[in-house]
């Protein structure tokens, strides 16, 4: 960071294997007047930086903000690795790169630990987490190998449009939302065929359903879809022991895609939260 006082600081810079990676692809609308933190904006699994985008543009006259694809997904480099360290060393080195002195980080599933753990490691340049709809806890086996195998049957089929895509997937993944959501990252001319590696996110699978313990006391704001099952009453003491400035909202009538299903509540939730 630019700041002489204050700079920003982190483990990673000791680690040439990660500061030798390349940027992150992101997109930043610096909002150049406004004297407001960046909101950061982070996706979950199978997703990428637009998956947040409603969310983000809500804000946008207001707030700069950075949308970013984490590693392995989207337009970001690929990497055989993806603990929560060196996803949250990531996106720090985004930050350092724009120079970003402070921000308010937004996470949904996936990106919401990626949200705590960045936290963790510079807390005092997050003034303020939104965690969507997932926990600070290990999850083990949370019902994606049938995911995983019909992306995988997607790959195998070699499918030329989204339509035969669908076809490929619906044997393993039925559910039409869920379809549609795994198919924004289909592109036909990748010989993959998914702009995400998905190699690397199943043999990573357990690492991004497992989380190491934090502490941040940054007030953070977890929004939980009313019917999904990622943000359960029983993890409250666990949210509690690690993020003691936790305050919680329930979307209701909602899955884990919340932010997509009820956007507005969603954005109104975030407002009320960024002025109190």
Same mark, same amino acid.
């Not at 483990?11 to 500061?19: D, H, P, T």
């Not at 360290?85 to 724009?98: F, N, R």
């Not at 795994?182 to 998905?198: C, G, H, I, V």
């Given at each position: ?7 920003l600081?982190f ?9 030798n ?7 930043f609308?610096?909002q150049?007047?406004?004297h407001?933190? @960046?909101l ?7 997703g990428?930086?637009?998956?947040l985008?409603?969310i983000a543009?809500?804000f946008? #006259?207001?707030?700069?903000t ?7 997904h989207g #337009?970001?480099? &690929?990497?055989?690795t993806?603990t929560y /360290?060196?996803?949250? !060393? ?9 120079s970003?002195?402070?921000c308010?980080i937004? $996470?949904h599933?996936?990106? $919401? ?5 960045? %936290?963790?490691? +510079? ?6 987490i939104v =965690? ?7 999850? $083990?086996? &949370? ?10 049957? =997607? !790959?195998?089929?070699q499918? &030329? ?5 669908a076809h ?9 939302a =869920?379809q549609?959501f ?17 190699n690397?996110l199943e043999?990573?699978?357990?690492t991004l359903?497992?989380?190491d313990k ?8 977890f929004i939980k879809? $009313?019917?999904?099952?990622?943000l ?8 509690l022991e690690? +993020?003691p400035?936790a305050?919680? @909202? ?5 899955? &884990?895609w919340?932010?997509a ?7 109104? %939730?975030? /407002? ?5």
């Open positions: 960071m630019t700041s002489s006082k204050n700079p600081s483990n990673a810079q000791k680690n040439a294997k990660i500061s990676l390349p940027l992150l692809h992101y997109q609308n610096p150049n007047e406004s407001q933190p @960046t950061v904006f982070l996706h979950g699994l199978f990428d930086l637009n998956n985008g409603v543009r809500a946008e #006259q207001e707030f700069p950075l949308r970013i694809d984490l590693r392995n #337009q970001s480099f &690929h990497s055989e993806m /360290q060196e996803m949250a !060393q990531d996106v720090i080195k985004v930050l350092k790169s724009l970003i002195e402070q308010v937004i $996470g599933s996936m990106g $919401g630990k990626v949200a705590m753990k960045t %936290a963790a490691l +510079c807390p005092d340049h997050v003034k303020k =965690v969507i709809d997932i926990a600070p806890v290990n999850y $083990g086996e &949370h019902g994606h190998r049938p995911i995983f195998a019909g992306l995988k049957a =997607v !790959q195998k089929a499918p &030329h449009n989204r339509q035969a895509a490929a997937l619906t044997p393993n993944v039925p559910n039409p =869920v549609q795994l198919l924004k990252a289909f592109q036909a001319d990748l010989p993959e065929r998914f702009r995400f590696n998905l690397a043999s990573n699978y357990l359903m497992g989380w934090i502490s941040v006391k940054i007030p953070t704001l879809g $009313g019917r999904s099952d990622y359960l009453e029983k993890y409250q003491a666990s949210i690690q +993020c400035l305050k919680a @909202t329930v979307i209701p009538s909602t899955g &884990h919340v932010h299903e009820k956007s507005e509540l969603v954005i109104r %939730a975030i /407002q009320r939260f960024l002025r109190s």
